[in-house]
């Protein structure tokens, strides 16, 4: 590849670009440069669907002009390039308004460390057979977990392997590498004219980490435990969520601590630190420094060091996440928490990991302490039936019913409802089998029991 | 590189495509995208966030039997572009084959934009999000929050390949938003209204403000409402984002890669009554202006206006190329991609019911006991199973064939096959709405649409049980 994508060249561009930003007329200005490799693979019916390899970079700026700020982001990193984007940024800032709380941010509070462990070598050094291979098994593994497996609408692999660099014109500047593996499949188990669907996956930071057997053997058997499925009747009962429902939920509690819709006044949680809101039960902690943990770095989009903040414990609110412009409104300490999607956004306050502390017990006790209830293993429609301003939720699910404290017959078409806070007021166990799940972020949870939650279906 | 020329040459392209095809394959095809935008918001009544960004790259596929090889690159360098055209070739054993001479590109259709969004100075866009902002501020004394963004975006493609396509196409689009929070007493509620199209800046002429107008007044109408209701009844669907309901429960489930699989319920059901006769429905790529429109899709295909379903039976599954080829018919123009850093996928562009002739009042007035969705927050549907959800905005209560009380918190939930073919009512009311579809990953403008649709029982899922 001609681009520049090894560290010290993504951080001489980024550099160059800071440059050209304060020849452009910015007081402050810091870019965030990416390279990554990545490739995919889809099987489907034994045979290789498609095969995909990419390669990409990109830088994006953000300039100052005194407290008013832009941002701009390109792929192009040549020299007229750089100075394109630069005057596009200082540009933009133009045009913002001027608020007292934005600043450029210094390196302050603690050093940044090196982690281990964020980039395995196994992406690089598996072969696209190997990994195709690997795919091929997990669709396999599916098939054989029922014979009432019909299909496997595709298994999808990922891995990537990117780096990334930071400079600021207060003398931040930086740069770390990491690899990720995931694989994912939807299997689906038919009997006469139904069709049941059942998800399986598998995250790390390289092929080596997932486990073909585990992830298909989820799929196939979600799929076809699910046949048959009939909806519940409407009641309010004890429910368990599945550690992918617990995860979602996560997601949207970590999205109102953040304190940029806090400090705006959108977020069920304002003006509640401190408060008693929660189960004690439920102790939530976002960790941007576990290895194990896809969004750990040593430092976030902003060159901050990345932390261990516990969120909700004991019971009480205790910390919301902050990121530079955040913490200076607040009077609080950056938690590291300035995240980017990618080079094409500017930082904006986000979860890193986040983790839900285990509980004592497995899963077929939380389903004994549930009693006669609803077994939650999957919601839908999230995006949309989950406001995050004001915690209330309804959404989709499916399932199984809980008979006299174990899994009873499949349950679907039915929707789960309330609010986030009721909801984490009435968690009345974690259970104490946790895994990392994608979903809502990066999040490493459990099943849990939720002493009552409405059922609507018939 | 200059706003209008050209992305790349096209003796550049034949030379990507003889290379990708140098040791064989049955297709090969270069897609050069370039994308530049701004977006602006405002938020607690001061302008921020700024952004303006410009990209370019180009993905480059190979299909050799049932297996697509792709490689994709940022920039519109030739020695990358052939260097990822040389990475897929590797893979293959065969014999170099030819790639059909290019052929003088069609002029296409192309947008006619009468202000281009770019060349407006960022402090007009700002004036009108300090518009949006005062009228919803003074909506009224219970409007706690409001919030509003602007963006712009033009993506300019050209689509090469090894049949002797070339088609470029030049797409701009323009979007405001807005939000507000109400507050009364411990109660809070949100409304979100948006107005976005295929069009310049001259989509904002007249009242863009009455964007902000529409959103504070949701938000306040909420504030009086009641828990919904939870269980079966009758639904009355809105005109415009209602048609999102369609999207999902009948247009995801038609495009042709879940059919080929088995993983839609409207697998084998070509030419079948799947809805009472009532019912046309129709995916268009060419309504003028509207969200998900263009000249081309992403594979060179001209857009098509396709029946999907005329009067009550189905009659065509949404194709791009390559499963278009599968099934032995032509690609209906729905071969989209997010960005050059994706491979195109059979997407809707614009789907919408055509009007029907009921009255939306009328309809309403013949429900003893039913809900009235006006519109959703979104939805999601799980084509294999045909299970959907959607979240309702804004719904009300009907009580003695009248709209009552408003509710909150709505879900509706139910089997796209069964809901479809409940559907007794289709109203001669008809609009446009915008929405961002995501598939496999890949997000698409898409534009749904109808006018007030009355399906005969589907749950409600709520609180109040």
New interface residues.
């Given amino acids: 590849m001609s681009e520049a994508t090894t560290p010290a060249d993504l951080e001489d561009a980024a550099r160059r670009a800071v440059d050209a930003a304060t020849a452009a007329g910015a007081s402050d200005a810091e870019a965030w440069g990416e390279g990554s490799r990545s490739r995919e693979v889809r099987v489907h019916a034994g045979e290789v669907e498609s095969l995909t390899e990419a390669s990409g970079r990109g830088v994006g700026v953000r300039a100052w002009i005194g407290s008013r700020t832009g941002y701009a982001y390109g792929t192009d990193l040549s020299e007229p390039g750089l100075a394109e984007l630069a005057a596009a940024a200082v540009g933009a800032a133009r045009v913002a308004d001027e608020d007292e709380n934005s600043a450029a941010p210094d390196r302050s509070g603690e050093a940044v460390a090196e982690i281990a462990g964020l980039r395995d070598d196994g992406v690089a050094a598996t072969a696209t057979a190997e990994v195709i291979d690997l795919a091929k098994r997990i669709e396999q593994v599916a098939f054989d977990s029922d014979t009432r497996i019909t299909g496997v609408e595709e298994v999808v692999y990922v891995d990537e392997d990117s780096d990334a660099a930071i400079v600021t014109s207060r003398g931040v500047s930086g740069s770390f590498g990491a690899s990720a593996a995931y694989s994912f499949l939807q299997a689906m188990a038919s009997q006469g004219s139904e069709v049941q669907t059942g998800l399986g996956f598998g995250v790390g930071r390289s092929p080596r980490a997932l486990d073909s057997e585990q992830i298909g053997a989820e799929a196939g058997e979600e799929a076809s435990s699910m046949l048959g499925a009939t909806k519940p009747e409407s009641r309010s009962c004890p429910v368990v969520l599945s550690e992918r429902v617990t995860a979602s939920f996560a997601g949207f509690i970590g999205g109102a601590l953040c304190a940029d819709e806090v400090q705006r006044g959108r977020s069920p949680f304002a003006d509640r630190l401190g408060d008693e809101l929660a189960s004690a039960a439920y102790v939530l902690v976002d960790d941007g420094i576990d290895p194990g943990g896809l969004a750990s770095a040593p430092f976030d989009g902003e060159g901050t060091a990345r932390g261990r903040t516990p969120l909700l414990g004991d019971g009480k609110l205790l910390a919301y996440l902050h990121d530079s412009y955040t913490a200076r409104r607040g009077g609080a300490r950056s938690t590291g928490n300035a995240a980017r999607a990618s080079y094409r956004s500017p930082p904006s306050v986000s979860t890193s990991n986040l983790l839900i502390e285990p509980g004592e017990l497995s899963l077929e006790q939380l389903l004994g302490e549930a009693g006669e209830g609803v077994y939650v293993t999957e919601v839908a429609g999230l995006h949309s039936g989950v406001n995050p301003v004001t915690g209330r939720y309804s959404v989709g699910a499916s399932g199984r019913a809980i008979r006299g404290g174990e899994l009873a017959k499949p349950l679907r078409e039915f929707t789960i409802a309330g609010d986030l806070l009721g909801t984490l007021a009435a968690v009345q166990a974690v259970g104490s089998e946790s895994r990392w799940v994608p979903f809502g972020g990066s999040v490493r949870t459990a099943p849990m029991l939720v002493g009552e939650m409405t059922i609507g279906g018939s | 590189m200059s706003p209008d020329a050209p992305l790349v040459e096209p003796d550049v392209a034949g030379r990507v495509l003889a290379r990708a095809l140098s040791k064989g394959g049955d297709f090969a095809e270069l897609f050069c995208e370039e994308r530049r935008g ?1 977006t ?1 918001s405002i ?2 009544s ?12 180009a993905g480059v596929r190979v299909i050799d039997g ?10 519109l ?1 030739e ?2 572009i052939l ?2 055209a040389d ?2 070739a590797a ?1 293959l054993r065969g014999d170099a084959a030819e790639p059909v001479a290019l052929r003088a590109a069609h002029p296409p259709r192309l947008q006619e934009i009468e202000v281009d969004p770019a060349a407006v100075p ?2 007009r ?2 004036e009108i999000l300090r518009e949006l902002d005062e009228r919803a501020r003074s909506a009224g004394p219970e409007v ?2 409001a919030s509003a963004s602007y963006s712009e975006g033009r993506r300019r493609v050209a689509v090469f390949n090894s049949e002797g396509l070339q088609a470029t196409d030049d797409r701009t689009r323009v979007r405001l938003g807005a939000q507000v ?1 109400a507050r009364r007493d411990g109660t ?3 409304g979100f209204e948006t107005l976005g199209a295929h069009r310049g800046f001259e989509l904002l002429d007249g009242d863009p403000a009455r964007v902000a107008d529409q959103a504070a007044r949701k938000a306040l109408e909420l504030l009086g409402a009641d828990p ?1 209701p ?3 009844m009758i639904v009355v669907v809105g005109g415009g984002f209602g048609g999102v309901l369609f999207h999902e429960m009948t247009g995801h489930g038609l495009e042709a890669d ?1 059919v080929q ?3 839609s ?1 409207y697998a084998g059901k070509m030419g079948e009554k799947i809805a009472e006769p009532l019912l046309t429905a129709y995916d268009d790529g060419r309504m003028p202006g509207e969200w998900g429109t263009g000249a081309i899709d992403d594979e060179g295909t001209p857009c098509h206006r396709t029946a999907v379903i005329e009067e009550g039976r189905l009659t065509s599954y949404l194709y791009d190329r390559l499963r278009a080829r599968r099934d032995g018919v032509e690609s209906t123009g729905n071969g989209r991609r997010a960005s050059f ?1 994706d ?1 195109p996928i059979p997407r809707m562009t614009n789907t919408y019911i055509q009007p029907g002739d009921a009255d939306s009042e009328r309809m309403i007035s013949e429900v003893e006991r039913g809900f009235y969705a006006v519109s ?5 549907v ?1 084509p ?2 045909g ?5 309702v ?1 804004e719904g009300y209560l009907i009580e003695g064939g009248k709209v009552t009380k408003p509710c ?4 509706l ?3 796209c096959l069964k809901a479809l073919a409940r559907i007794d009512a289709v109203g001669s009311d008809f609009e446009m709405k915008t929405g961002f579809c995501g598939k496999a990953g890949q997000t698409a403008p898409v534009g749904t649409g109808q006018g007030h649709v009355r399906i005969r029982g589907i ?5 109040s ?1």
């Avoid at chain 2, 049932?66 to 920039?75: C, L, N």
């Avoid at chain 2, 909150?408 to 879900?411: I, L, Q, S, V």
């Fill in positions: 701004f602006l938020d607690e001061r302008v921020e966030r700024p952004q303006s960004g410009s990209e370019r790259g049932e297996v697509t090889r792709f490689a994709h690159v940022d920039g360098v020695d990358d260097r990822a990475g897929l893979a960022a402090e866009k700002a706690a929050q929070v809070v509620e949100t919904a939870a269980g079966e879940a699989k088995g993983a319920v850093r491979l959703f927050g979104g939805g999601q799980e294999a199973t299970d959907f959800v959607f979240g905005s909150r918190g709505a879900t939930i139910g089997n749950t409600v899922g709520g609180t049980v």
